[in-house]
């Protein structure tokens, strides 16, 4: 005891003369250096895999850039949005392409902020209003459907098809009607929707169009005869930074568009629905900080404090966009690597096909996929391949909600007859419900790991 008492003490004396004689930025860069050493020694350890070992479905795929990055907002102590937020919406804009992106705390939040731009009243006629309808799908994650219902918007639900797993555009003209205002779906685990239809189809009938893009961050879609991400075919384009997803901050979400009125209708539902576009800590940008005339207030009234949308506080900190600066650097490999671990994981499952129906991409696209697909076909019962693959150390989800109408959120709506609508029947995402199941293509899987899940797979269906 007193040998480690001893040990301790000459610790803390070395740790009180460390930074003597040194200024602040010397300081701050031997912190970033032994935060270097400690992530490559206890986090960046290549562990060999073990057959039977757990294979999760998506897990973070980080090195020491990432924590120096996180330490070093930390040591900032600004904590709020800041320099490095602003560092992530260029490169994250210039990567996509748009001239448009908002930071915010989760996909979820991007999926409402995008939907409450297209409620403000700048936007004129256009404005969604509550009773408006919203064409969209059941089969999927429920914050691309929850904001309409929140605000009073019908969701108008379509099927979708199998194995795209994506809306039916056969059924766009069927689910219109005179209230329809605007299309929100999202490009399934990777896979685009067919935008070619879907963009075609709004514009004949003057909608918006929201591409739900938390699954499918680096997939590519020609229109055109042009190569476009997704996220950015639309009026606005929403991702998620969740650590399953294909880049991380933690939490955290974006908003982008190339729209200069939606990007500020977009920034003012972020910023609380202030008027004012000045950052945190910044003040009278505008250099009319005190001489204008808002609505009834007084003349001069502080234009940091207009609020011309009734709007919330969503921002990311700092150090979440810390993080994502250093993962948007080698986010274009996260992309390469999950199209190779797909591919791979597809050709160890061609020969079960006529147990399982194997994913396909959209027609025209290039998907960066979140994760592989299976549909199990008649005789094959899901729930047993799925305990056969989950026993064998192999994680797996279902489609989502797989028909969020059937969901107990849904109960008073469905008892009451209101509040939403179907289109025909939902065959496709009924099947997908009862068969469907996915397993991770995530960049951290090693070639072992792809076959060794396309064994189990294989296995599963056979015995």
């Given at each position: 005891m007193e040998q480690w008492q001893?040990?301790?003490?000459?610790?803390?004396?070395?740790?009180?003369?460390?930074?003597?004689?040194?200024?602040?930025?010397?300081?701050?860069?031997?912190?970033?250096?032994?935060?270097?050493?400690?992530?490559?020694?206890?986090?960046?350890?290549?562990?060999?895999?073990?057959?039977?070992?757990?294979?999760?479905?998506?897990?973070?795929?980080?090195?020491?850039?990432?924590?120096?990055?996180?330490?070093?907002?930390?040591?900032?102590?600004?904590?709020?949005?800041?320099?490095y937020t602003a560092q992530f919406e260029k490169a994250f804009a210039d990567y996509l392409g748009v001239k448009f992106c908002s930071l915010v705390n989760s996909g979820s939040s991007a999926n409402l902020i995008a939907f409450m731009a297209l409620t403000s009243p700048l936007l004129g006629e256009r404005q969604v209003r509550p009773g408006d309808e919203m064409i969209t799908v059941a089969a999927g994650f429920p914050t691309t459907v929850t904001p309409a219902i929140q605000y009073g918007v019908v969701p108008v639900f379509v099927d979708v098809t199998i194995p795209q797993y994506n809306l039916d555009v056969t059924q766009l003209e069927a689910a219109l009607s005179p209230k329809t205002k605007l299309v929100m779906a999202a490009h399934t685990l990777g896979n685009?929707?067919?935008?070619?239809?879907?963009?075609?189809?709004?514009?004949?009938?003057?909608?918006?169009?929201?591409?739900?893009?938390?699954?499918?961050?680096?997939?590519?879609?020609?229109?055109?005869?042009?190569?476009?991400?997704?996220?950015?075919?639309?009026?606005?384009?929403?991702?998620?930074?969740?650590?399953?997803?294909?880049?991380t901050m933690g939490e955290g979400g974006a908003v982008y568009t190339n729209n200069p009125l939606l990007h500020k209708c977009i920034r003012s539902f972020r910023d609380w629905g202030r008027d004012c576009i000045c950052a945190s800590g910044q003040d009278n940008l505008c250099g009319h900080r005190f001489d204008r005339q808002f609505g009834k207030l007084p003349l001069g009234y502080d234009h940091k404090y207009v609020y011309s949308h009734f709007g919330y506080n969503l921002k990311a900190t700092d150090m979440q966009a810390a993080i994502g600066c250093a993962q948007i650097e080698k986010f274009p490999s996260f992309v390469e690597r999950r199209r190779q671990n797909f591919e791979r994981l597809y050709k160890g499952l061609e020969n079960v096909q006529k147990k399982l129906i194997l994913p396909v991409p959209c027609e025209n696209s290039v998907?960066?996929?979140?994760?592989?697909?299976?549909?199990?076909?008649?005789?094959?019962?899901?729930?047993?391949?799925?305990?056969?693959?989950?026993?064998?150390?192999?994680?797996?989800?279902?489609?989502?909600?797989?028909?969020?109408?059937?969901?107990?959120?849904?109960?008073?709506?469905?008892?009451?007859?209101?509040?939403?609508?179907?289109?025909?029947?939902?065959?496709?995402?009924?099947?997908?419900?009862?068969?469907?199941?996915?397993v991770g293509v995530y960049p951290g899987m090693t070639d072992e790991m792809i076959d060794y899940m396309a064994e189990v797979i294989t296995d599963a269906v056979r015995s």
């Open positions: 001893g040990a301790m003490e000459g610790m803390v004396i070395r740790m009180d003369n460390l930074f003597e004689n040194m200024t602040e930025q010397q300081a701050r860069e031997q912190i970033l250096k032994l935060v270097e050493e400690y992530c490559n020694t206890y986090h960046n350890q290549k562990k060999e895999f073990v057959r039977g070992q757990r294979i999760p479905y998506a897990s973070r795929v980080y090195d020491s850039r990432e924590m120096t990055n996180l330490v070093d907002s930390a040591l900032e102590f600004w904590l709020t949005s800041g320099r685009p929707f067919d935008l070619g239809e879907v963009k075609k189809f709004c514009d004949k009938h003057g909608l918006w169009l929201i591409e739900d893009n938390c699954d499918a961050l680096g997939s590519k879609y020609v229109i055109d005869g042009k190569e476009k991400f997704t996220g950015t075919i639309g009026d606005v384009g929403t991702s998620s930074f969740y650590p399953p997803h294909h880049m998907p960066s996929w979140f994760g592989f697909l299976l549909t199990c076909r008649e005789g094959v019962e899901r729930k047993r391949v799925v305990e056969y693959v989950e026993d064998h150390g192999v994680q797996t989800r279902m489609l989502f909600a797989g028909n969020l109408t059937k969901h107990p959120c849904f109960d008073q709506m469905r008892a009451e007859g209101n509040g939403y609508r179907i289109v025909g029947e939902l065959v496709n995402t009924d099947r997908i419900m009862n068969d469907t199941f996915w």
